[in-house]
């Protein structure tokens, strides 16, 4: 996916801001008011996604030697970071407002909230492309929400302007700030998950040295750590124990070890060669190092 993509949704968003807060003003809608702040978030979160892609575009370097694949990561965590704090400051407003309800014009909520879902809903299938990416999806899953919430203002307007039951709007602003709480944490999780040098989702260490194990002359492999370095680039490194051979043959082995580690979805892999025989002081990941039956 271009950045271009994410400026053009950046500049959408910003108009979108504009005509929320109008329309809250003059509806005294509490949750058009919550949805603009709501919207706001995500223009620095557009921001700092674009600048990510463009970071992650660029080739390693003598200080990045595994070049920029976490900008994507890093953004994402500020992203969830920062919504986060934006949902408990809207459960608190609308806590506030069913306190003290006050009578809104459904015709602004209404009208207001189309425009809105028109804007997200096109952001939200212009980003779908790009849902394997952490840091698309954090604005994937953020933009979606937002057309969730867009659709159950419409409603929330719709059964206020039958009832009168003011306190529908308040109860949505609260709805909408649980939403993006949930929706934040579990990005929150994920993006310190790889910061944190975690296994990578769906990647097991056991199956992995296994699949090591079934190349020719490897006898035992431990010292195993597998990584992600962002998005879908996840690298290994490992201790792989071998007979005494041939320089020409170890670089097989080391070659043989790499395409099979290619197959799992690993494809950066450093491997150090070692002469058969598990030294007493040696320390592994495993717990145990696994060796051949």
Not at 157 to 176: E, K, M, Q, R, S
Not at 188 to 207: D, Y
Request: proline letters at 3%; a negative charge; glycine letters at 8%.
């Amino acid at each position: 996916m271009k950045p271009s993509v994410l400026a053009w949704a950046m500049a959408a968003t910003l108009g979108l801001v504009i005509a929320e807060v109008f329309g809250g003003l003059l509806g005294r809608s509490v949750a058009l008011l919550n949805d603009a702040v709501h919207n706001l978030s995500d223009v620095p979160a557009l921001g700092i996604s674009w600048l990510a892609m463009r970071w992650a575009e660029r080739p390693a370097d003598s200080e990045k030697t595994y070049g920029y694949h976490r900008a994507g990561t890093l953004a994402a965590f500020t992203n969830a970071v920062l919504l986060i704090v934006l949902a408990l400051w809207l459960g608190y407003e609308a806590i506030e407002r069913l306190r003290n309800p006050v009578q809104v014009v459904e015709s602004w909520m209404i009208w207001t909230s189309l425009a809105a879902l028109a804007v997200n809903g096109g952001i939200t299938l212009s980003l779908i492309k790009g849902h394997k990416d952490l840091n698309l999806r954090s604005i994937l899953v953020h933009n979606f929400g937002d057309a969730l919430s867009n659709i159950a203002i419409i409603l929330g307007a719709v059964v206020l302007h039958y009832t009168h039951l003011n306190w529908i709007d308040p109860l949505l602003g609260l709805a909408i700030g649980l939403l993006v709480l949930y929706s934040s944490i579990g990005i929150l999780r994920e993006s310190a998950h790889i910061l944190l040098e975690g296994r990578p989702r769906g990647t097991r260490v056991e199956e992995v040295a296994r699949a090591i194990l079934m190349v020719e002359h490897v006898q035992e492999v431990h010292d195993i750590h597998i990584w992600s370095l962002g998005g879908e680039h996840n690298a290994l490194s490992c201790h792989a124990r071998i007979p005494d051979m041939h320089m020409d043959k170890c670089e097989e082995v080391v070659a043989a070890i790499r395409a099979k580690v290619k197959e799992l979805g690993i494809a950066h892999s450093t491997v150090q060669l070692e002469r058969a025989g598990l030294p007493a002081t040696s320390g592994y990941v495993m717990p145990e190092p696994i060796r051949k039956a």
